[in-house]
């Protein structure tokens, strides 16, 4: 069984660090026996659904929140409509359109109970985008509003789900009602920062960046005098999650900036865009610097020239031949 697989597309700043990367992945893990909902690649919007209470199948053992719940078969036919049920609130924060939900879940077929697929099994939550062409309409749909911390359990008739095709992949046919349950664990927006603990900053030689966590980009102070000649990675803010593997796709807010002039360069606080890539894709010094790193954590990376861009920068990226780079990263999420 894979992980996942999501599409998610790569904003503009990350193409020009995965251009210079080592690896030659086109952007998204793929493979595997089971399906995530992940939308279709041809899938467009339908016209948002009606949403009802029901009818929906029992949940008969694993019932709490963050266990793996055992679904019994639909009874009857299912609602054409999308039928939506909150079975444990939670008293975090809401979920919006186009955030970034990190969730465990299981997904069967409504006539059969067949499990397509689960991330409890995994241990490891699904990062996805609540955003057309991203994931299913069924999922946009069902979990925006909703709160962190809750439990939810909808029924997914095909036009918002896979539509006509299905997926075969999976065993999904064209006319398959599919049931999912969904324990919503955190959401990230443009807003969202790093929480963790801050380190005391003490190196004079270094630069210094802000440990504000409201949202909004943090300062970045770039001493005078020469640029290390190694790779430079240090917590600012440490954060108590599990750390990142060098095999791993990261959901970031960061900024980058030069070490000559501190002028910067590239911004995901100025494109309010959180941003997802793997660890195989990016340039050598983002790769290095953040395997090993926990989740939550605020990280300073300093690039010398041989490990960011060289003597090739990226047209129009405003970076120099043999620029050393200063990004501050805030690590929100594993993928």
């Not at 029901?54 to 949940?59: E, H, N, T």
Request: charged share 25%.
């Amino acid at each position: 069984m894979r992980r996942r697989s999501l599409l998610i597309a790569v904003p503009t700043g990350l193409v020009t660090l995965a251009a210079c990367g080592d690896g030659d992945d086109s952007g998204s893990s793929s493979g595997g026996d089971s399906a995530s909902p992940e939308a279709s690649a041809s899938s467009s919007a339908p016209p948002p659904p009606k949403v009802v209470d029901g009818p929906l199948p029992a949940i008969t053992a694993g019932t709490k929140f963050g266990e793996k719940p055992t679904v019994a078969k639909g009874s009857g036919d299912p609602s054409k409509d999308l039928a939506v049920k909150t079975v444990v609130a939670g008293g975090g924060r809401a979920v919006a359109e186009n955030d970034f939900v990190s969730a465990h879940y299981l997904g069967q077929v409504w006539a059969s109970a067949k499990v397509f697929d689960n991330s409890y099994d995994r241990k490891t939550p699904i990062v996805i985008q609540l955003a057309q062409g991203s994931i299913i309409d069924g999922w946009r749909y069902a979990l925006a509003g909703r709160k962190t911390g809750s439990r939810v359990q909808f029924s997914v008739p095909p036009v918002y789900g896979y539509g006509e095709q299905g997926n075969e992949q999976a065993g999904i046919k064209g006319d398959d009602t599919l049931v999912f349950v969904v324990d919503v664990q955190d959401t990230f927006n443009a807003n969202s920062s790093a929480k963790g603990k801050k380190v005391p900053q003490e190196d004079a030689a270094l630069p210094k960046v802000g440990t504000d966590t409201d949202g909004k980009a943090p300062s970045i102070e770039v001493p005078k005098g020469d640029a290390p000649k190694k790779l430079v990675a240090e917590y600012v803010l440490e954060g108590d999650g599990a750390e990142v593997g060098a095999q791993d796709s990261v959901l970031v807010q960061y900024k980058g900036v030069v070490w000559d002039g501190g002028k910067e360069f590239d911004s995901t606080y100025a494109r309010k865009q959180l941003t997802s890539f793997s660890l195989q894709q990016v340039v050598k010094g983002w790769a290095q610097g953040l395997t090993g790193k926990k989740v939550g954590s605020r990280v300073l990376v300093v690039i010398p020239p041989e490990l960011g861009y060289g003597d090739n920068p990226p047209e129009g990226s405003g970076i120099e031949k043999d620029s050393t780079l200063v990004f501050s990263v805030d690590l929100l999420a594993k993928m």
